[in-house]
């Protein structure tokens, strides 16, 4: 019984730490006419080298291809207001897309907004500091060996 609940905490712990690897992050500054997007695994990985895909609104037509630079940061002009949408992939498993909401004021504005991400998405695991995940873990772990031992000493009282 202990052995299985061992185990099945530790798989729990080894595919978290999977899935939290493949999560990105987007960082969107609009700065007309640009628009520069980050992209990064989490706050200090950029995601270097990545096929950038940009689609126009309304059509979903193909508008721009690139690659992410050494940060991870890829720029583009939109030439008109909407929705858009932009796909990351680093070809080993690493994939998100996102939408960026351009509004008819971006055209005409001569002074430098900085936006965070237009549309919030779900809070993802790289969000969260590397400190909590490790302290998480331990007490994921050390919780379960408690749960353990009470059951074994318990079946011994009664024995």
């Excluded at 939290?20 to 989490?42: D, G, K, L, Y």
């Excluded at 992939?89 to 430098?112: A, N, R, V, W």
């Excluded at 909590?132 to 873990?137: A, T």
């Amino acid at each position: 019984m202990t052995r299985a609940i061992f185990s099945c905490a530790l798989l729990m712990l080894i595919f978290s730490m999977d899935t939290m690897a493949h999560a990105i992050r987007f960082t969107v500054n609009q700065e007309p006419p640009a628009v520069i997007v980050q992209a990064a695994f989490s706050r200090t990985a950029p995601l270097v080298d990545a096929s950038v895909k940009i689609f126009a609104p309304g059509n979903e037509t193909l508008y721009q291809t690139g690659n992410t630079d050494k940060q991870g940061y890829f720029t583009f002009l939109p030439n008109e207001a909407g929705t858009w949408k932009v796909s990351v992939d680093d070809g080993m498993g690493h994939y998100d897309m996102m939408t960026i909401s351009i509004s008819s004021e971006f055209f005409t504005q001569k002074e430098i907004i900085i936006a965070g991400d237009p549309e919030p998405k779900q809070m993802t695991l790289d969000a969260i500091p590397v400190v909590y995940k490790i302290i998480f873990g331990l007490a994921l772990i050390f919780g379960l060996t408690g749960i353990m031992y009470g059951i074994k000493a318990k079946k011994m009282v009664k024995t």
